[in-house]
């Protein structure tokens, strides 16, 4: 009964298939790009160090640093990195549940916002560095303070996202499920959170890194454990390379989430490209 | 048989700057089988009307009645089509044609996905049933919003200038389309239209709301035979009833020149 006309077909069930190398490259050569720089960049501190004949606690040669990483591996650093990760996934979960709840409420009813917003904004306007030594005062130097930090530098981010996602969604999409007359859960799984997902998990990108700067900041307070505290020992006995093992590492962590949400936003948003 | 019945109907808002009376008092019959087009200028309320019979916003005074029981919350026997196209786009077209049976019995049957495919197939959809929103055109989308409505089984739809963003060809193969839809499955229609040619085409009668505030000025009839047809456009009646509902809104300059339309009749046919 009803027909579509030829210029109105954007869309094409099947695509025709690239041939298999084109669409090989095209994939994955940002996936080459990445490694191939990182040996490059490796490559130039390297002839540095041999070129300006740094001593090791000033700048360490790649090599030193890779047998110093060998040597601690079958030492304890495991036991460090296990420690700042423990503190990156409590602080997480306990920020990021916080700025979920408090987001949804938020940016659902604006006069709470209006109450709320000055005080978050208060909050956020004070580097978490200054605030550290306080929460360290108030809860110990052990994982609890720790955890606490990076809760509440991961909080503010994904808050903010999830204000603004819930806030984005489509009051005519709301009216829609009004006049079918769903329920409150129905409102929040089928349309809310659908529709303020993109924004929530731009949000998370941010908290996800800022998570590893919470936890080395509180380590640096006063730890006796982590990598932040292998950091500060080895500025200690100006031990360098040791520093540069435990920077890798969070540099590694740091990565590892951040690819956490990216296979989060490939796995949800897959609609959107 | 009157399927909805609006007795002294009115809306102010007050959350804005300063209260605006959007809606004085209007009553009104809907009959069965019926279609009412709603027309009047910019501002007169007619969304206003729409989402007070829908149960979407309280009136602040009258009563309504729909298929003989006071009505003033959403019924899902009522199907509402939007102004603008409110698909869901993280939903294929199929997911989306299926949501209202997902809200209303929390699990999809295979005969509803049956009942969705066999809609979308009528709605010439059939091989986009996978597709996301954002793939199709406008004209295509609005089908979907209209399958999705009609999965509901709506024995009344309110339709809030649907084809408004469409271009004047899609929009004219819509409003046939829909007229067919309406006679085979019976339903009653009450439709807003900015546009005077399309209200003459559609409707049974024509209702006219005034400026802010709105009050129901007119309710014109329109005798034409059905079915209707775009050549119906170039008679001699057809003008004259749309030269009325004219003067009842007076010269409303935002309002579609017929000639516009005219001139896509002579195109088609
Ligand atoms: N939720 C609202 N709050 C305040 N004013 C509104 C609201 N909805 C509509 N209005 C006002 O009511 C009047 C009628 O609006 P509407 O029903 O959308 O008119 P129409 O659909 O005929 O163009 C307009 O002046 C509009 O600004
Ligand atoms: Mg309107």
Redesign the pocket.
Known sequence: MFEVSKDEIRYRPRPSPLPAWRAWSSRYHTYLLAPLTLIGMVALWAWLVEWRAYPPFILPSPALVWRKFLSMAAGSLWLHVGVTLMEIALGLVIGLSAAFVLGYLLGKHRSLERIAAPYIVASQSIPVVAIAPLIVIWMGSGLVSKVAVTALITFFPTLVATIVGVRSVDPDLRDLMRSLRATRGQMFWKLELPAALPMILGGLKLSATLAVVGAVVGEFMGATAGLGYLINLGRGVLDTPMIFVAIFMLVLIAQALYVAVLWLEARLLHWQR | MAVFVAEQIS?R????PRP?Q??LPVSFEVEAGEIVCLV????????????IMGGL?EPDSGAMWFEGELHHAPNTAIGFVF?KTNLMPWRTVLQNVLLPIEIQHKKVTDADRAHAEALLATMGLKEFEHAYPRQLSGGMNQRVVLARTLMQRPRLLLM??PFGQLDALTRERLNLELLRLQAAQKITIFM?THSIPEAVLLADRIFV?SE???RLIAQVAVSLPRPRTLAMMGAPAFGEIAMQVRRWIGETPDFDDSTQNSRAVETLD
């Open positions: 809306k808002f007050v959350d804005g605006l959007a809606l009047g200028p910019s501002g007169s309320g007619k969304s206003t009307l729409l989402r916003i102004q809030d200038e807003v709301l802010r505030p709105g």
